[in-house]
C-alpha cells in the first residue's frame, strides 16, 4: 500500500481522490529536522513552499520515489538531484495562475487608490483628521488605458495579461521564450476574445510601462534593480507576487522614498518568513503574506491535480 505525507497539506478533495485509488495519506506536517526520519515511512511526498527537500534529505530518503510540488515552483526541491535518484518530481503550474493574477490587481487597485496607507490610517485619524486624509488621498489614478508591463510570460504571465486586457489596459511583456499569439478573454455568456500580443524586449518593458509586475523564476541575481528603476518612467508601480530575490529591495525602497516609483505590491520576499522591517512599515507598500495560491479554488485545483498526477505515476 502506498503511504503519502502530505506535509504541507492538500485540498479535502485531492486527499480524498487519493484514498479511493487506495492510498494511505498523512496531513500532520512533520518539522524539517524530524523529516528525514519521518519519510523513511513513505513513498511520496508532497509539498508547497514551506517543506525543502535538498539533496541531502533525499539521499537520506530512499523509500521515496515521488516527490509533488503543490503550485508552480520548485525553488525548495532540487528537482534535477532527485530525477538523477531515479525519483518523480511533479507540480501544478496552472492550477493557481488566476489567483495569483487576481492578487495581483488587488495590489495594482490598492496602490493606485492609497488603500495599504488609508487602512493603516483612518482607523486612527478618521475621526479626527478625516478631510485631511481625504485631501491626502485626492489623487487616485485609473488603470484603464494604461500600460501594463509583464515580466515572465508563462501561464501566470498569460492570465495577468487576461486580467489586463479586460480591464481595458494596455500590456507589454517579456519572456526568455518569445511568444506571439492570443490571449483569450472569456467573458460572461460564453463569448470569448481572442486579442493577439506579442513579447518584446525587457528594456522595451521596462522603460514604457505604467506598471510592473513580476512572473519568473527564483534568479540569481535581481531582475529590478537600481539600473532598472533608473530607466523607468517616473511613477510607476512595481508588483512581485512571483518570488523574492527577484528585486533589490533595498533599491526598491531607495526608488520609492525619491518618488522615482510610486507604490509596490509585495506578496513574496528576500528573507522570508521574516521580511525586512523597512518593507513592513513602508507607507507606499501594498503587503500580503505569500497568499497568491492561497484561495479555496487555486487549492482545490492543486489538490485535485496533486492527486491525479501521483495516481498516473503508481498505477502505471
Known amino acids: 500500500m502506498i503511504k503519502i505525507l502530505a506535509n504541507d497539506g492538500i485540498d479535502p478533495i485531492g486527499k480524498a481522490l487519493l484514498e479511493e485509488a487506495g492510498f494511505v495519506v ?6 524539517q529536522d524530524k523529516l ?8 511520496a511526498i508532497t509539498v508547497r513552499s514551506a517543506t525543502q527537500l535538498r539533496k541531502e534529505t533525499i539521499d537520506q530518503s ?3 520515489k515521488l516527490i509533488g510540488r503543490g503550485g508552480v515552483g520548485m525553488d525548495n526541491i532540487d528537482v534535477e538531484y532527485a530525477r538523477s535518484k531515479g525519483i518523480a518530481v511533479v507540480n501544478t503550474p496552472a492550477a493557481s495562475s488566476l489567483s495569483v ?4 490587481f488587488g495590489h495594482l487597485f490598492t496602490g493606485v487608490r492609497f488603500l495599504q496607507d488609508s487602512n493603516r490610517k483612518m482607523p486612527v485619524e478618521g475621526a479626527t483628521k478625516f478631510n485631511v486624509l481625504k485631501k491626502a488621498y485626492a489623487k487616485g489614478i485609473e488603470l484603464r488605458g494604461k500600460t501594463l508591463g509583464i515580466i515572465g510570460f508563462g501561464r501566470i504571465g498569460r492570465e495577468t495579461a487576461s486580467v489586463a486586457l479586460g480591464l481595458g489596459m494596455n500590456v507589454l511583456a517579456y519572456d526568455l521564450y518569445p511568444f506571439e499569439g492570443n490571449i483569450t478573454l472569456n467573458l460572461q455568456g460564453g463569448i470569448t ?3 493577439p500580443i506579442k513579447t518584446v524586449s525587457l528594456e522595451e518593458v521596462i522603460g514604457n510601462s505604467d506598471f510592473i509586475t513580476l512572473h519568473t ?3 540569481d541575481k535581481p531582475i529590478l534593480g537600481a539600473e ?5 518612467k517616473d511613477g510607476v508601480g512595481v508588483v512581485n507576487c512571483s518570488r523574492g530575490g527577484t528585486i533589490d529591495e533595498e533599491a526598491l ?3 520609492l522614498d525619491s518618488g522615482k516609483l510610486s507604490f509596490a505590491g509585495l506578496d513574496v520576499f528576500d528573507n522570508e518568513p521574516t521580511p525586512l522591517a523597512a518593507l513592513l512599515s513602508h507607507s507606499k507598500i501594498s503587503l500580503t503574506p505569500h497568499i497568491g495560491a492561497a484561495t479555496n479554488e487555486a487549492q482545490e485545483r492543486i489538490g485535485v491535480e496533486l492527486a491525479s498526477l501521483i495516481i498516473a505515476h503508481f498505477k502505471k
Request: aromatic share 8%; hydrophobic share 50%; glycine share 0%.
Open 62 to 64: 530512499p523509500s521515496i
Open 36 to 43: 528525514v526520519e519521518a519519510l523513511k515511512n513513505y513513498d
Open 101 to 104: 493574477a487576481e492578487l495581483v
Open 253 to 255: 525602497l531607495t526608488a
Open 217 to 219: 523564476p527564483f534568479a
Open 193 to 195: 476574445v481572442d486579442i
Open 26 to 31: 498523512d496531513t500532520e506536517t512533520v518539522p
Open 228 to 232: 532598472e528603476f533608473a530607466k523607468m
